[in-house]
């Protein structure tokens, strides 16, 4: 039998579904920064983007077991590494901790009250997130490491059968009668 090894996502596939729901939460943050905008607030983008990506995939994981749209278009799932379902602490662990990496190692601006992100140290965290998926066997990243999980591939959705043999019964007429030995014999005498 397989190794798990065999069953653990690619980082291709994991980087394809991460852009897809980076695509979608930058919309949604698009959306609110408007509306915010338009009511006279002033929002803070970067805080905004980390809020909507928490917040994106903490519902999606809870409720799509495991997936957000990304990762269902790409045929992949987060489980926990000891097998099961995942637990609250796990999703929130794991939604909460990349935008973590990314506003960790950002600067507060006490004048303006807003948050500026460092391009050159927000790279380096995203590279060595990158770096462990293709270095680790398991291809796990921080996130994996620190939520107890692993993101495997699912499995593909299997046909329905029909049984093997016609399920007759002796009051069955569902599908018909079912076969008789001729009263006569003559067609089972050669």
């Known amino acids: 039998m397989a190794g798990?090894?065999?069953?653990?996502?690619a980082p291709k596939k994991r980087l394809s579904a991460a852009f897809v729901d980076l695509l979608l939460i930058g919309l949604a943050a698009?959306?609110?920064?408007?509306?915010?905008?338009?009511?006279?607030?002033?929002?803070?983008?970067?805080?905004l983007?980390?809020?909507?990506?928490?917040?994106?995939?903490?519902?999606?994981?809870?409720?799509?077991?495991?997936?957000?749209?990304g990762r269902r278009a790409f045929d992949i799932i987060v489980i926990p590494s000891s097998g099961g379902?995942?637990?609250m602490t796990q999703i929130l662990l794991r939604s909460a901790l990349r935008p973590i990496v990314i506003l960790l190692p950002t600067t507060a601006s006490l004048k303006t009250g807003t948050l500026e992100l460092n391009p050159l140290i927000t790279t380096l965290a995203l590279f060595a997130e990158v770096a462990l998926m293709?270095?680790?066997?398991?291809?796990?990243?921080v996130a994996d490491f620190v939520s107890r999980c692993i993101v495997v591939n699912?499995?593909?959705?299997?046909p329905h059968r029909a049984p093997a043999v016609p399920m007759y019964s002796a009051t069955d007429a569902e599908f018909g009668y079912p076969p008789r030995r001729p009263t006569d014999g003559k067609d089972w005498e050669r």
């Open 30 to 47: 698009v959306i609110v920064y408007v509306l915010e905008d338009a009511f006279g607030y002033q929002p803070d983008y970067g805080a």
């Open 134 to 141: 293709y270095l680790i066997p398991m291809r796990r990243t």
């Open 154 to 158: 699912a499995p593909p959705l299997q």
């Open 85 to 87: 379902a995942l637990t």
């Open 49 to 69: 983007v980390a809020l909507a990506y928490f917040g994106y995939h903490a519902l999606f994981m809870q409720f799509w077991s495991g997936q957000t749209p």
């Open 4 to 9: 798990i090894d065999s069953y653990v996502a």
